[in-house]
């Protein structure tokens, strides 16, 4: 009975703290964790020699006025969303949607305002429902996210329409698995060597889906990310062994892989890696397209349209370089408005990346820190892709240039990426700890001498 009535104490205290904080998610976690310093406390006192009844009310009457501790808890623990990667969002979406317009006018293209005022909604749509989700259902369901992604990609694969023998449609979706990733290296924590081998199994099943889509663009951002992303669980211990010897067993087959794949390379692919590097052997072949982006930004002024296309082959640029609107848009740019274009979109681009880099550095949570890591380093990825096509390395295709050129399934999967993305952000103060089942950190509350001492300014 006395039990019972220590327990209903305790209760009728957690509930009047909690009564303060408007945060309603951070009501379960700051319970347990008051609940867990009252036992702890409670604990101390009896082996003192205090009766159990008497320990608890003691330890009750240490932790402080319920409505005193609950309000600056309040002050404390409240969502803290990221207004200023928000806004560098919204700059984005809309300069693409200027630039898109842009394109279609001065191409003489019909335009696809409609189309991109309905992109631009249905972008919000989705980065406001991640951004309100709570991001650690990923790693509390890793495997069904995982195998679902799995299952509809195949399904889409199987149905996707074929541009230039390539499923067009699988490439985008492959966007969402290094996220994914992040989830299941997460679920392998503390388990040692194993941890590293079958997280290593789990990304082959979507690297052999992107070979069969085919996209080597697909493949080559998927593979670089889950790397830096298992790179950093290992840097922060989360398998629990020792770290050369964890990054010997994940770099050493990486670096192995590709000079076996070469090896199994077959003669056209060998060519077009030569045409990459050096587009003057194959000048109307692979190295077509090389030639002609790397000849245009050459003439290129830093303000103002140049002439080179007509000088040279006669004709505007819109009419050698395809599909400008999404694959060669910085091109495009370049040549009709000068350098300082590209100048401007990748300077809000690189401000937008070292702002999420700011923050992704803070994450105490490991969680949080491997979904931010994979969602940044999957956007920087599109980027690099895309810019070093657009100056003339054309080895990969680029899949998009994230917010800014056209295409519907890359922007709202991006959109949707950056809402899980500010989603860590946004509760960083609740899953502070290293865990991301212990929302509090250990540092807010400290038993010191037989007394809790609550850090209000953590």
């Not at 309905?118 to 429902?129: H, R």
């Amino acid at each position: 009975m006395q039990a019972l009535e220590g327990s209903n104490k305790i209760s009728e205290y957690l509930k009047n703290v909690c009564e303060q904080i408007r945060w309603k998610k951070a009501h379960r976690v700051i319970s347990k964790e008051l609940e867990d310093h009252i036992v702890d406390q409670k604990d101390a006192f009896i082996s003192q020699g205090m009766e159990e009844d008497a320990a608890i009310e003691k330890a009750i009457q240490e932790m402080g006025d319920p409505i005193i501790v609950g309000s600056e808890l309040d002050r404390t623990h409240k969502p803290k969303p990221q207004w200023s990667l928000i806004f560098l969002t919204g700059v984005l979406l809309i300069l693409g949607v200027i630039i898109r317009e842009f394109i279609a006018y001065d191409s003489g293209v019909m335009g696809r305002t409609g189309g991109n005022i309905v992109l631009m909604v249905f972008g919000i749509g989705a980065m406001a429902l991640a951004y309100f989700l709570d991001y650690t259902i990923i790693g509390k369901y890793p495997r069904f996210i995982y195998f679902t992604l799995i299952a509809i990609t195949i399904g889409v694969l199987a149905m996707s329409p074929r541009y230039m023998a390539q499923s067009y449609y699988p490439k985008f979706l492959m966007l969402l698995f290094p996220t994914a990733f992040a989830g299941i290296i997460y679920n392998m924590k503390n388990k040692g060597y194993i941890g590293i081998i079958l997280s290593g199994i789990y990304f082959i099943f979507p690297a052999l889906i992107c070979l069969q889509i085919p996209s080597l663009s697909s493949l080559a951002l998927y593979s670089i990310t889950c790397l830096i992303i298992l790179t950093y669980a290992i840097l922060k211990d989360t398998f629990n062994v020792k770290k050369l010897n964890a990054m010997l067993l994940v770099y050493i087959p990486t670096i192995i892989t590709p000079f076996i794949l070469f090896k199994f390379a077959v003669t056209y692919q060998i060519e077009r890696l030569k045409a990459a590097l050096n587009p003057s052997l194959d000048p109307l072949g692979w190295g077509w397209m090389a030639n002609l982006t790397r000849n245009i930004i050459a003439n290129a002024k830093f303000i103002g349209q140049s002439q080179f296309g007509i000088e040279i082959y006669g004709v505007e640029p819109e009419k050698l370089l395809p599909n400008i609107n999404t694959d060669f848009l910085l091109t495009y740019l370049i040549d009709r408005l000068g350098w300082i274009s590209f100048i401007v979109i990748m300077a809000i681009l690189c401000v937008f990346i070292v702002r999420s880099f700011k923050f992704t550095i803070k994450q105490k949570n490991v969680l949080g820190g491997l979904i931010s890591t994979s969602i940044i380093i999957n956007f920087i990825m599109q980027v690099l892709i895309y810019v070093v096509n657009n100056l003339g390395f054309q080895l990969i295709a680029p899949l998009s240039l994230p917010l800014i050129s056209y295409g519907r399934i890359a922007t709202f999967i991006n959109m949707f990426l950056i809402g899980i993305m500010l989603s860590v952000f946004r509760y960083s103060t609740l899953y502070s700890s290293k865990e991301s089942t212990s929302m509090v950190s250990k540092k807010t509350f400290n038993f010191v001498d037989g007394k809790i001492i609550i850090d209000l300014n953590r």
